[in-house]
């Protein structure tokens, strides 16, 4: 089907806006880079910076339980733009001494539990990833969860003492779509299946027709608290410290 004259006009806006943001952060916050997890919309940014902005750098966070399904795609990304990903991966030794206290799924147990693995399979990682830049790119839209809906296009990131910026934060799920096909993005083919946001296997599920785009991600907790500790903000930053202390051996 296609775009209707308005629908055209209002995404040439949007990109008009994320273009003229990047150049800044291109230009004023050098190094710079992008967290991309190669769901919708860090695939409408890849596309952006592949295309557009060499100075932005780009990473990935290999979990180590990611579906197939995102390798696939990393590989297609790859091939379609030039690029290699640098991956990151979580420690080994964290993961092992998780595992043999909890087991691999402990996650499952409780809310605590499964911060502790996000912490040690993402927010770790990120810190390794962002070590010597001056500011961060994400894909983070503001109506994709509760706990996104005060965030700024352009903030401090204190967690981790950088700039953060969120290109797509003012962006409907609608306009991710549009950009992805208009331009002949690729994308994850579970987003084909129902899967609306993809993290790690064992932590996502497809959403039904009306459920929230974040419902598939942890859907075994409350939506207030469903975040992995990549992006905390105000009353609901992490006490680090206490989350680390069940991922380590001590």
Known sequence: MEMAVADIMNLDHRIAKVRELLDTVQEDWAPVTFANSFGAEDMVL???????YPGIGMFTLDTGRLPEET???MKEVADRYDVRVPVYFPESAAVEAYAAQHGPNGFYESVDLRKACCHMRKV????????????????????????????????????????KFSPLLEWSLSDVWDYLKRFDVPYNALHDRGY?????????????????????????????????????????????AAVQDLTVPG
């Open 196 to 240: 609306s946001s993809i993290g790690c296997a064992p932590c996502t599920r497809a959403i039904t027709r009306g459920e929230d785009v974040r419902a598939g991600r942890w859907w075994w907790e409350d939506p207030e608290i469903k975040e992995c500790g990549l992006h905390p903000g105000g009353k609901r930053r992490e006490n680090a």
């Open 46 to 52: 890849t596309d952006f910076i592949a295309r557009h």
């Open 124 to 163: 770790e990682p990120l810190k390794r990833a962002l070590h010597g830049k001056r500011a961060w790119i994400t894909g983070l839209r503001r109506d994709q969860a509760p706990t996104r809906k005060d965030l700024a296009e352009s903030e401090f990131d204190a967690g981790n003492g950088l700039q």
């Open 71 to 73: 390798y696939r795609l």
